[in-house]
């Protein structure tokens, strides 16, 4: 006779991004449980930008007087948005 009481699954630590007894991702968790990663620890960092970073870059960049290259990655626009964020005071949150 065998019981279903136990699952084959892994265990997930608690700090993860997951609701408390189940495998729903959340947001908003503890400040240790962000999914944000560092551009350069992107798996398609290195892919052309996106469309939605391109306009974005553009207005800051005219915001704060700077010319960038268009031909970005996805990780050098990231970076670039970050630092022009603080330049022009658009930082979010």
Do not use: F
């Amino acid at each position: 006779m065998t019981s279903n009481t136990h699952s084959n699954e892994p265990t997930r630590p608690a700090d993860d991004d997951t609701a408390a007894g189940t495998d729903q991702e959340v947001l908003g968790g503890p400040q240790g449980s962000t999914t944000e990663k560092d551009p350069d620890d992107w798996v398609t960092g290195d892919e052309p930008m996106t469309g939605a970073q391109r306009s974005y870059l553009d207005t800051l960049a005219r915001e704060a007087g700077e010319e960038i290259p268009a031909d970005l990655t996805k990780a050098e626009a990231s970076e670039h948005i970050d630092r022009l964020q603080g330049a022009t005071g658009r930082q979010p949150g």
